[in-house]
């Protein structure tokens, strides 16, 4: 699968490279690309080794970058078009960046799949939040669950069709938003699996959230923490066998 097509994915597993150094991240592409669906960078790989190492990336499987950009509208676009010349194929914004920006995003999406398939991916309430934790100037009497729903409805509004929610919000957001791409953090086999180390709270297994309508599904240290990454995500794609949507 080249950087230039994004669906069908091989499988509906991203796999968030989450280390430190380009010599690890490219040893788990080598060992699990013709498994995963495709690879994610973030921040930490991102700004360590920059666009070449994304190129290299995207060369493998359909890449996807996760700074998740929040920011004034033509940083936002700028930001995204530096992804896209990389050779993503995914990239987040935050949905809370407006209406405003979020239209204007929708263009750019129009823009660069005139040239080649890209999808704008909005972060809705992180997977790490519960409702104790969500910062104070959000409405109280509401909850997560609603806060999600909120921003998507407003994501979806202004043209984009990109999402990302933890799995407990992918039902309720399937049945309003039936064409959207719902990709879901926030793995894990069962509870015994977040570790207090963990920093994910509302978490699901990869057949629930399938079930539940995810489109697909983002899994960091249940791969690279296992003493086997490409056993792990066979094991993963195996629970997930016989899933029909
Ligand atoms: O290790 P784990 O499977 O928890 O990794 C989840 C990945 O998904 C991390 O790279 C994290 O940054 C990302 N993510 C998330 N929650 C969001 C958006 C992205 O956990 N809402």
């Known amino acids: 699968m080249t950087s230039t097509s994004a669906a069908p994915m091989r499988s509906p597993f991203f796999v968030a490279l989450d280390v430190d150094d380009e010599k690890t991240a490219l040893k788990i592409v080598e060992e ?5 669906g495709g690879f994610k960078i973030g921040p930490r790989l991102a700004y360590r080794y920059g666009q070449d190492f994304a190129k290299r990336l995207a060369r493998h499987s359909a890449l996807f970058v996760d700074c998740k950009f929040h920011d004034i509208p033509s940083t ?3 930001a995204l078009k530096s992804a896209f010349e990389s050779g993503a194929t995914f990239a987040t914004v935050h949905a809370s960046n407006g209406s405003h920006c979020l239209k ?5 999406e129009a823009e660069f799949n005139r040239e080649r398939f890209f999808k704008i991916l909005a972060v809705t309430v992180l997977t790490s939040f519960e409702e104790n934790s969500v910062p104070q100037n959000w409405a109280p009497s509401k909850t997560i669950g609603e806060h ?3 921003l998507a409805d407003e994501v979806c509004n202004a043209g984009l069709s990109g999402l990302v929610c933890a799995p407990t919000e992918v039902q309720a957001l399937r049945a309003n938003h039936r064409d959207a791409f719902l990709v879901t953090p926030g793995i894990r086999a069962d509870k015994t699996q977040t570790k207090n180390s963990d920093d994910q709270k509302r978490t699901m297994s990869a057949s629930e959230a399938l079930t539940a309508g995810a ?3 983002v899994v960091g240290r249940p791969i690279l ?7 792990a995500l066979a094991e993963l794609i195996k629970s997930i066998n016989g899933f029909k949507k």
């Open 215 to 217: 489109t697909a599904l």
């Open 76 to 78: 936002v676009k700028a």
């Open 148 to 150: 999600v729903q909120i």
């Open 104 to 108: 204007e995003l929708a263009k750019l």
């Open 32 to 36: 699990t690309e013709d498994l995963a």
């Open 225 to 231: 923490e296992a003493p086997k990454p490409r056993e």
